[in-house]
Every structure is written in C-alpha cells, then in structure tokens.
C-alpha cells in the first residue's frame, strides 16, 4: 500500500493543472496578441514570413541588445523586407503598410535591418565595446532617433540633393557613426556622392560596406 497521503496526491494533481492550464492559456495569449499585431500587413503569405523571424538566428542575436519590443518587432520587419528582395511585389506592398503604420520613422528602422545595415553598425560599435549596457543603450538611441545617424537615399532625388542633406544631418548631429544607404537605383546615386562627401566630412573615416544592388557608406568619427 502507497504510504503517499492522498490529500497531497490531490493537491499536486490540482497544482499541475493549473500550472499547465496557465502555461497553456499565456501561449493562447500571446498567439493571439501577435496575431493582431500582424494583422495590418493583409498579406497571409508575407504574415507567414514574419513569424518565421522569430526564431532566426540573427533575430535571437539583436535579442540581446536590444529590450524595447517595439524596436525589435520592427527588427522582424526588417528581416522579412530582406526576405521579399526578389518579390518586388510584395516588399512594396509590405513597405507601404510599414510606413503607413509606423510613419517614416518606423519605416527606416526597418529599411536599417533590411539593407544589412543593423549587422554591421553593431559589430563597429562592439570594436569599441565599454560595456553591454552601454552598446544596448547606443543601439537603442540611434534606432529611436534614426534620422540623426542615417541617410536613405531615393531614387528620384538628385545628387546635389543628397549631398546637401548628408552635410546638414552631420554637421547638425555630430553622430560617432553616419550611415548613407541606397538600394537598386539609389545605389547608384550613393556611389556618384561618394567622393564629395568624403571630401565635406573631413572628421570621418569612410568604410563602405556594399552588396548586390545595395550600396552603404559607413563614416565613423575620427578621434583625434
């Protein structure tokens, strides 16, 4: 005869319940919140992609550094904007819903994961690592306040154009790092500006980080 006290007995069964019923209903919860969250997309297919974000590795790496969730699920948009590069179809369409969501702010968060930019701004930054809360603290302040530390340049805009608003956003600034991006036909814009902006900042060191049809300029500050 089991010398377990059957009160106990029941009152473990009862417990596990609960606890599998409350684990069981938070997973419930938190399906249905970022279902909701991703509903303004319209786009089964692409919403589908979204969620295959979660769990890739370079996503579980920015979850380190980076805590705001709204930062990080822009993050996610970011990678899926990657994902649909050969669908121009849908990365418009995904980009449009981003930016009439999020604004142009939030669109640019996005277009910083998408155009490989987040990657490498991190690993610059790491080369001068003081402390991890002081990287997640300066890749949270440059993602709230993108347009300080970024330039992402049209297709429709002019050379002058770019020129001018690369010196202004700069020299009003004073950011450690100032990145200049553009993609497919901007790229081409972003290598014609190269050489007079380099000659303006004459307090940055260029590195230029470039693939496919992307085109990115890297100014690190100098320190003297």
Request: with cysteine.
């Amino acid at each position: 005869m089991s010398s377990k006290d059957p009160i106990d007995s029941i009152a473990s069964g009862v417990t596990k319940g609960v606890l599998d019923w409350s684990t069981d209903l938070v997973k419930s919860l938190a399906k249905k919140f970022r279902d909701r969250k991703l509903a303004f997309i319209q786009d089964n297919e692409t919403i589908k992609l979204v969620r295959e974000q979660y769990n890739s590795g370079e996503l579980n790496f920015y979850k380190i550094y980076i805590v705001d969730k709204d930062l990080l699920f822009l993050v996610k948009l970011g990678l899926t904007l990657r994902k649909l590069e050969e669908n121009l179809e849908r990365r418009t369409n995904l980009r449009n819903k981003i930016f009439k969501k999020y604004e142009l702010r939030g669109l640019h968060i996005a277009q910083f994961v998408e155009n490989g930019i987040l990657s490498r701004y991190t690993a610059i930054l790491i080369d001068n690592l003081i402390s991890i809360e002081d990287l997640k603290k300066k890749i949270a302040n440059t993602l709230n306040d993108i347009e300080k530390y970024a330039l992402f340049v049209q297709a429709k805009e002019s050379d002058r154009a770019v020129i001018e608003l690369a010196r202004t956003k700069v020299f009003a600034n004073s950011p450690d790092i100032f990145v200049i991006s553009g993609i497919s036909p901007a790229s081409e814009i972003v290598k014609r500006c190269e050489v007079t902006i380099t000659k303006l900042l004459t307090d940055y060191e260029l590195e230029r980080f470039s693939s496919g049809h992307k085109e990115n300029l890297f100014y690190k500050r100098i320190l003297k």
